[in-house]
Nanobody
Framework: QVQLVESGGGLVQPGGSLRLSCAGF????????MGWYRQTPGKQRELVAS???????NYVDFVKGRFTISRDNAENTVYLHMNSLQPEDTAVYYC?????????WGQGTQVTVSS
């Protein structure tokens, strides 16, 4: 059973922007910290950003200043606003709790940054 559904990915040119969305059940979003992760072929899935229910945020160094994570608790949705995208940001992006719960992984959304 898919618990989380990511959307908003696509093909964008370097320097462009995208907004990813992640929707799920209230039981998942409730009190937990939510995170966005990404994975490229041959590499492990890595955390990109996280956000508490009170909207305190943390980012890994390589996205600081470019990505913004936000959440709408009423709508059980988490967003990832990505600006100044670079080819190295190309990956499948997933959302999950932080730390992740293996039961919640969805299919992800592909982001491709290319000219």
């Amino acid at each position: 059973q898919v618990q989380l559904v990511e959307s908003g990915g696509g093909l964008v040119q370097p320097g462009g922007s995208l907004r990813l969305s992640c929707a799920g059940f209230r039981s998942i979003f409730g009190p937990v910290i939510m995170g966005w992760y990404r994975q490229t072929p041959g590499k492990q899935r890595e955390l990109v950003a996280s956000i508490t229910r009170g909207s305190s945020t943390n980012y890994v160094d390589f996205v600081k200043g470019r990505f913004t994570i936000s959440r709408d608790n009423a709508e059980n949705t988490v967003y990832l606003h990505m600006n100044s995208l670079q080819p190295e940001d190309t990956a499948v992006y997933y959302c999950n709790a932080f730390p992740p719960n293996h039961k919640y992984w969805g299919q992800g959304t592909q982001v491709t940054v290319s000219s």
